[in-house]
């Protein structure tokens, strides 16, 4: 397996901004859990003076909109960005907004409007009712006092995952496109692996200097991290051909298999993962099914 250099152990304090630059803080919300490991870490970013933004204000928890209101203190917020629409992202965003007066701007609602045509829920699910007051595209920038946030869109995680470079000092924040302690979930029908795998060559495309995910530590070797990400998933995709040669052709059988290591409570999530998977290996030819790949079919190796 790729040995992808996380770090599991970093230092905070829940509830208590922590400086990492002279231009982030970060608060990291107690809701610690099998997805969101240590929890939901907020990035406050901007002069001490502000106007500041605030970047994933995390699960609707009001402890912790408590302590990012009191981080903030009477500094103004200009601009509250998401990445995302999964709950332990944006879940507190329209509290928090309302509290401190400032726009919400992300990509738009969660992309799968149905719920029963959705992933099943992981941890806290998706926000089904988000709704931004301003839409974000790729390249768009927001700028305040000493800062500039530019949106960069990279699907996979989901279809309207954002990531935010801060010009000033070539920092990304990655939300759960790359996370600092484990790979990150790639959930279909929205989830892709596609769509995820171009979006890590669109990162190494980059000169960013640091990524700060919402989940775990910062990451100071990004593009040997991204670069160990791709090996896994490529390593992943050969497990599972390995898998349809030894006649397991379901995604129930394969996943226990290919995951015994890890805590059952994250099967789940891991049965998604093999799912998109195995999509794109139908889709490139690969791997072939009867019909349109679904979570229950039977996969098996083109002839």
Not at 3 to 19: D, L, N, Q, T
Not at 116 to 134: K, M, N, S, W
Not at 137 to 162: F, I, M, R, Y
Not at 217 to 228: C, E, G, M, Q, T
Request: glycine share 8%.
């Amino acid at each position: 397996m790729a040995a992808i250099p996380f770090v599991k152990e970093f230092p905070f304090e829940y509830g208590a901004p922590s400086r990492l630059t002279p231009l982030i803080r970060r608060v990291i919300a107690k809701n610690p859990g099998p997805f969101t490991y240590t929890g939901s870490g907020t990035y406050i970013v901007g002069r001490d003076e502000g106007p500041l933004a605030v970047i994933d204000p995390g699960p609707m928890n009001e402890a912790h909109l408590d302590a990012l209101a009191a981080a903030v203190g009477k500094k103004p917020v200009s601009d509250i960005f998401v990445t995302h629409t999964h709950c332990d992202h944006c879940g507190g965003a329209r509290r928090f907004a309302e509290r401190v007066g400032a726009p919400i701007r992300a990509m738009g609602p969660h992309p799968v409007a149905d719920r029963q045509r959705d992933a099943p829920a992981l941890d806290e699910g998706a926000d089904y009712a988000f709704r931004p007051d301003f839409v974000l595209k790729d390249g768009d920038a927001v700028s305040g006092s000493g800062w500039t946030l530019e949106a960069v869109w990279t699907p996979g995680h989901l279809s309207n995952h954002l990531c935010y470079a801060l010009r000033e000092e070539k920092a990304l924040f990655t939300g759960d496109h790359v996370m600092g302690w484990a790979t990150s979930v790639v959930a279909p029908p929205d989830g892709d692996m596609g769509d995820y795998l171009q979006s890590l060559d669109r990162l190494l495309s980059r000169d960013d200097a640091v990524y700060y995910p919402t989940h775990g530590a910062p990451i100071l070797k990004p593009k040997a991290f991204v670069r160990a990400v791709k090996a896994h998933r490529r390593i992943r995709d050969g497990q599972i051909l390995d898998q349809l040669k030894k006649g397991r052709t379901r995604i129930r059988e394969i996943t226990p298999e290919m995951y015994a290591d890890i805590d059952k409570r994250l099967h789940g999530a891991a049965a998604l993962n093999v799912y998109a998977h195995l999509i794109l290996l139908v889709r490139i030819g690969s791997v072939r099914c009867d019909g349109p790949p679904a979570m229950e079919s039977a996969y098996r190796l083109a002839d």
